[in-house]
């Protein structure tokens, strides 16, 4: 499969058989908190900047790590999808090394995990990421970098996590999340994918910006 028809296929399957959806969607939305960007936000982007971060360009052998679907929607504040928007991701790989070259555990760094990844949304405001399992990193839990750049817009850069994942409560960054709500919005169901034969995961993360559509013009 060549690269085109890698991203392509890749693009496509996010939103048909892994995709679902929550029910209740949309019955109460909540903005989603800004968070650090921390300290390790590439320094040197990765040749490769697509959505998969499984594979590297044409590299034959994958990353090490659960392989992870995750998907959702970048709304605004009423619900209404927002389309054109940059959506990145940056996290650990399975050592729980960045790919920024002055994180002290570089040096451990898988060269097959891309360690970053951008999509671009759609009409309906989707995005869609294939990636590995978060893991814990010294002094956190085990959480995805996400930014979301918006043409007008303030940056949005938050973070999601695991949910229910024993960390969670004695992670820092975390606990600054006084609402209830807007920390819930962050934790992830990363939930098992019926007939995977490898064991994949897949996990839904709406974004909610802090706009209205009048807002946008």
């Known amino acids: ?3 085109y028809s890698r991203r392509k296929f890749l693009g496509t399957m996010g939103f048909g058989s892994i995709a679902y959806t929550t029910s209740g969607a949309f019955a109460e ?3 989603t908190p800004p968070q ?3 300290p390790f936000y590439p320094n040197k982007l990765p040749l490769d900047t697509d959505n998969d971060l ?3 360009n044409d590299k034959l052998k994958p990353s090490v790590g659960q392989i992870t679907h995750l998907s959702g929607k970048v709304l605004d504040i009423k619900g209404n999808p927002v389309r054109n928007a940059l959506v990145e991701i940056w996290q650990v790989d399975n050592n729980a090394a960045y790919i920024h070259t002055r994180d002290p555990r570089n040096k451990n760094h898988d060269g097959n ?3 970053f990844g951008r999509f671009l949304t759609g009409s309906k405001g989707e995005y869609y990421f294939r990636t590995i399992k978060p ?3 010294p002094g956190r839990a085990p959480h995805i970098h996400v930014a979301v750049k918006l043409k007008g817009k303030k940056r949005l850069v938050t973070q999601c996590y695991i949910k229910g994942h024993e960390q969670n409560m004695r992670d ?3 606990r600054r999340i006084k609402d209830p709500k807007q920390r819930a919005s962050v934790m992830v169901d990363f939930q098992a994918i019926k007939g995977s034969k490898i064991n994949e995961l897949q996990g839904k993360f709406d974004i909610v910006l802090g706009f209205t559509p009048e807002d946008q013009h």
């Open 1 to 3: 499969m060549n690269i």
């Open 135 to 137: 893991v814990s990193y």
């Open 113 to 115: 995990f891309q360690g």
């Open 54 to 56: 499984i594979i590297i």
């Open 36 to 38: 650090t960007e921390g």
């Open 172 to 174: 820092g960054l975390i």
């Open 29 to 31: 939305l909540v903005q």
